[in-house]
Every structure is written in structure tokens, then in C-alpha cells.
């Protein structure tokens, strides 16, 4: 009984362990998010100022919209001038911050018709192929979208990996101490059940050489077990004395019919509490086995 309320004991003790690391590392993945998006939004914010700084504006107020999980919105409250070199250079600030915000793709659109008319990509930078550098645009009201690949929260995976990880080790633990707990179970011989062959109200096994008949057991010898096999094959069938000679006693190197008929008078005599259970002698032919 204490060997009982020690394993539960010792069960319960993993299982909270297992509940207090879980909790830990969701914890831990959604303070890192958290982390994360507002690390985000502050660059975002931080670029849409200098964006307006060069164009002379320093008291408009930026707004960062996120729209989707991978998507934001930079804008500010008046119409300003853009200057793509300046937003390119600008926009460099996040290749900075790469852990964070990964690849990206900056486009430029109109806020009242949503017309992009401008854009690129962090690959563009870095391979030096911006278009329309060195030109101007229009004063207009504009907005700066922002959109990151799917994988850029790809920093807060390790923590989910980690703590997956910590879920299957201590689930593995504990199968393994219940496994090693449980007593080994003795194999337990089974016998499987003769092949029996019915003979009238007779059972015959050939597998074990023996007759039963009303729970009784009756041993056959080696030549009667070769006849009555012989018989079983072609019951209510005329089987050809040389046959039986011949498969009955071939090895012995000497034949005589005197030892057949002698061992198909003993088979009778086993059959004698089944009436209807009759080894016919046809004359000139052979045995037969028959059940009327």
C-alpha cells in the first residue's frame, strides 16, 4: 500500500512539474511577442518621423496602424512631399534591425484612392536596385506600407520548440517510470486443441495418435495410426489391399496380408461401442470404412 501512495506521489510530483515548465515557457513566448511587436511599432514610428522631418514637417503627429499580423501603416496628419531618396535612406534603419523585422516589402500609396506609387523591396537596397532615385513626387496625403513575410516572428519560435520539447521529455519520463513500475508479465503456455477428425461418435487425432469416445482415450499403435489415416481419407470407399500393404508395411521389407488383416481386426475392435461404425472386408478387393 505505501509502495501504492508513493508512485502516485511520485506522478503527481511530475505532472506539476511539467505544468509549472509549460506555463513558464508560454509565459516566456508571450512576453518575447510582446516583446517583439513593440520593438516594431517603435522603429515603424521612428522611420515615419524622419520621413517627415525631411520634408520639413516636425509637428505632425505619426500614426502606426498594424492591419494584419504581417502588415503595418505609417502615416501622418498633413500632406507632405516625398523624396524617394530620403525614404530609402530612411528605410535602411530597418536592415539594421533585421532579427526582428526580417525581409520586407515598403510600398507608398494614396490615402484617398489607395494608388500605390511607389515602392520597394530590403533586397532592392541591398543589391543597390531602387528605382526612381533621385526624383522627386508630389506633395500628397500618403501612406507607408509595411509588409513583412510570414515567417519574420520566427524569434519566438525557439521558446515553443523549447518548451514542446520539455512536454515530451516529461511525458516520455513518466511513461517510462509507469512501464518500469508495472510487473513483468509471465508468459503463459497455451496448448492448442488437437485436430480432430469424427468418425461416427468418435473423435480421431491423428496429430496424437489417439481415439476418444465419451471422454475416453484410446491409444493407437504406429501401424494402426498409418491404417486408420489411410481410411480417414477414403471413408465409405473401397481401398485397395496392395495399397494398404504396401503403405503399411513397405519399409519392413516383408509383406504379408496375415499382418493386415490382424491390424484391421484390432481397428475393428476399437470402433465396437459406434454400431454404425463398420471396416468391411470386399473380397478380392480391399478394405473399406464405413458409417451407416
Known amino acids: 500500500m505505501k509502495r501504492k501512495i508513493f508512485s502516485v506521489r511520485h506522478l503527481y510530483t511530475r505532472f506539476t512539474i511539467l505544468f509549472l515548465l509549460v506555463t513558464f515557457s508560454l ?3 508571450a512576453q518575447e511577442v510582446s516583446e517583439q511587436e513593440n520593438r516594431k511599432l517603435i522603429l515603424f514610428r521612428r522611420l515615419g518621423h524622419r520621413l517627415l522631418l525631411t520634408a520639413g514637417d516636425s509637428t505632425s503627429r505619426v500614426t502606426v496602424h498594424q492591419s494584419s499580423n504581417h502588415s503595418y501603416q505609417i502615416s501622418g ?7 524617394p531618396d530620403s525614404l530609402v535612406n530612411i528605410a535602411e534603419i530597418l536592415l539594421k534591425d533585421q532579427q526582428i523585422i526580417g525581409s520586407y516589402t515598403l510600398t507608398v500609396s494614396q490615402a484617398n484612392s489607395g494608388e500605390i506609387v511607389y515602392g520597394f523591396t530590403s533586397e532592392d537596397i541591398i543589391k543597390g536596385n531602387v528605382a526612381c532615385v533621385g526624383r522627386s513626387m508630389h506633395e500628397g496625403q500618403y501612406i507607408i506600407n509595411i509588409q513583412l513575410p510570414s515567417d519574420s516572428g520566427s524569434g519566438y519560435v525557439t521558446p515553443i520548440l523549447s518548451g514542446l520539447l520539455v512536454i ?3 511525458t516520455a519520463g513518466i511513461q517510462f517510470y509507469k512501464k518500469r513500475k508495472q510487473p513483468k508479465q509471465q508468459a503463459v503456455p497455451t496448448k492448442s486443441a488437437a485436430r480432430g477428425i469424427a468418425i461416427g461418435s468418435y ?14 482415450t484410446t491409444a493407437l499403435t504406429a501401424k494402426e495410426l498409418t491404417l486408420l489415416n489411410i481410411f480417414v481419407r477414403q471413408m465409405n470407399q ?15 521389407g516383408v509383406i ?15 470402433f465396437q461401442k459406434d454400431a454404425s461404425i463398420s471396416i468391411k472386408n470386399i473380397h478380392g478387393k480391399g478394405y473399406s470404412l464405413n458409417i451407416s
Open 27 to 29: 509565459n516566456s513566448v
Open 168 to 170: 515530451v521529455s516529461a
Open 256 to 270: 504379408t496380408g496375415r499382418s493386415l488383416d490382424m491390424y484391421v481386426s484390432k481397428l475393428r475392435k476399437k
Open 238 to 252: 473401397v481401398i485397395d489391399r496392395n495399397l494398404l500393404l504396401k503403405e503399411g508395411w513397405e519399409d519392413e
Open 77 to 83: 496628419e498633413r500632406p507632405f512631399k516625398l523624396v
Open 203 to 216: 473423435t480421431f487425432c491423428p496429430d496424437t495418435g489417439v481415439l476418444i469416445h465419451d471422454a475416453e
